[in-house]
């Protein structure tokens, strides 16, 4: 082990004894009491050396045996110690591509905020370039979806669609102006290769068809450019994914409102079809509007402004990403919803409903899925499971304590 104090965490003190980790109130932690010694010790904690070396150093300091691995041990309880060689060897073989690591060091950074583990935060990236996700619809949302998420690492990011680009589905980070008139599934597909040029090769499966329930991938985002698709997503559309267990995320632009969510975990958690029963059961006239909405000739413009696209985009890659590395994002079973122009984030609940033929109410009470047999590959299943040592306050070692800022 090279131990490293986490650099993404700012460190100050907070008076002769107290150290502090981090300045906003989501990672701050304090440390102490600490000497002065400990204190100037902290800075060979960079990465460039190892525990036996280190201990040298601390005899030189005139630290007391067995201080420097106390002192490790304490940090890495606490959640902000890494590993500068740390993550197994697919995180080797990531450090050995330098232009690859150099371009995703902040996406790094960021990922050991909350990785605990010595190493976690460069083995969950290095996992994302063996995952799979397929994006479905290639318009201002989609297709910057698509780039976001190829460009935090994910290894494969297909996407699907019809038709040629038209002038409004041009984005900056999607689809550039000179894709006008390409089809737009391709198109898309070229904006995700240029967002991160070094991603492994494709791999292709050429057997499975376009709507399948798409074996492999561990993720399917869903981003329609029919705003009925957004506002009432279609549960049959959806069934292929419910059948092969595959976990899907709703994201789109309807009439000036943006949605993402909710995260569906089949079986697990509330779908397409729980929406669908939970606005019958408080709207009896649900269903016919939805009929007419969708029998309906299609708007070739919608209201979907720029900015507000992006906004979309961008927090439904973030809750993907969150989900592909193994945590719980707040989507799951929910929509989160924002409007113009007053930009205000509100969840609505999407609860498992017992009409449902998906199965997610009979679990909520104890029942178990059989959509859970076959998990999809996330790094959730790729890594062991680890308790965040902030989310526990027994779990903290002595001296540590959350910082009031």
Not at 157 to 162: A, E, F, K, N, S
Not at 221 to 237: K, N, Q
Not at 278 to 291: G, K, M, Y
Not at 294 to 306: E, M, Q
Request: proline share 10%; charged share 25%.
């Amino acid at each position: 082990m090279h131990p490293l104090v986490k650099p993404a965490l700012r460190r100050g003190w907070r008076d002769l004894n107290t150290v502090q980790f981090g300045m906003t109130p989501a990672h701050a932690m304090t440390l102490g009491p600490m000497d002065t010694a400990t204190g100037s010790f902290l800075d060979l904690l960079d990465g460039a050396r190892g525990l036996p070396l280190l201990r040298e150093e601390g005899r030189r300091m005139d630290l007391p045996d067995g201080h420097v691995d106390a002192l490790a041990d304490r940090l890495t309880r606490a959640g902000l110690l890494d590993d500068a060689l740390g993550g197994g060897p697919a995180a080797d073989a990531l450090r050995e591509k330098k232009d690859v690591l150099d371009r995703l060091r902040p996406d790094l950074a960021s990922l050991s905020l909350y990785s605990p583990e010595p190493g976690g935060a460069i083995g969950r990236l290095a996992a994302r370039r063996s995952l799979r996700v397929q994006v479905r619809g290639a318009g201002r949302v989609g297709a910057l979806l698509a780039s976001l998420l190829s460009g935090a690492g994910v290894g494969e990011v297909d996407v699907r669609d019809v038709g040629r680009v038209e002038p409004w589905d041009v984005a900056p980070g999607g689809l550039p102006v000179e894709s006008v008139g390409e089809r737009r599934d391709e198109a898309a597909r070229q904006a995700v290769r240029r967002a991160a040029p070094d991603r492994p090769s494709r791999r292709r499966d050429r057997s499975a068809p376009p709507d399948s329930g798409a074996p492999g991938f561990s993720l399917v985002l869903l981003a329609p450019r029919d705003e009925v698709g957004v506002h009432a997503p279609d549960p049959f559309a959806a069934a292929p994914l419910m059948s092969s267990g595959t976990p899907h995320l709703y994201a789109g632009v309807v009439e000036g409102t943006g949605i993402v969510g909710p995260l569906v975990l089949p079986g697990g958690t509330g779908c397409a079809g729980c929406l669908h029963e939970d606005r019958t059961d408080r709207d009896p006239a649900w269903p016919r509007l939805v009929a007419q909405w969708r029998s309906g000739k299609a708007r070739p413009v919608t209201p979907c402004d720029l900015a507000l696209a992006t906004t979309v985009a961008g927090l439904a890659a973030a809750h993907a990403l969150a989900f592909l590395d193994g945590e719980s994002p707040s989507s799951a079973g929910a929509r989160w919803e924002v409007s113009v122009p007053g930009l205000h984030w509100h969840a609505r609940p999407v609860w498992p409903h017992p009409a449902c033929p998906c199965g997610a109410a009979r679990k909520a009470e104890g029942e178990h899925s059989s959509t859970e047999e076959e998990p999809h590959e996330t790094m959730a299943k790729q890594r062991p499971s680890t308790e965040r040592p902030r989310t526990a306050e027994t779990a903290r070692p002595a001296g540590t304590w959350r910082a009031h800022v």
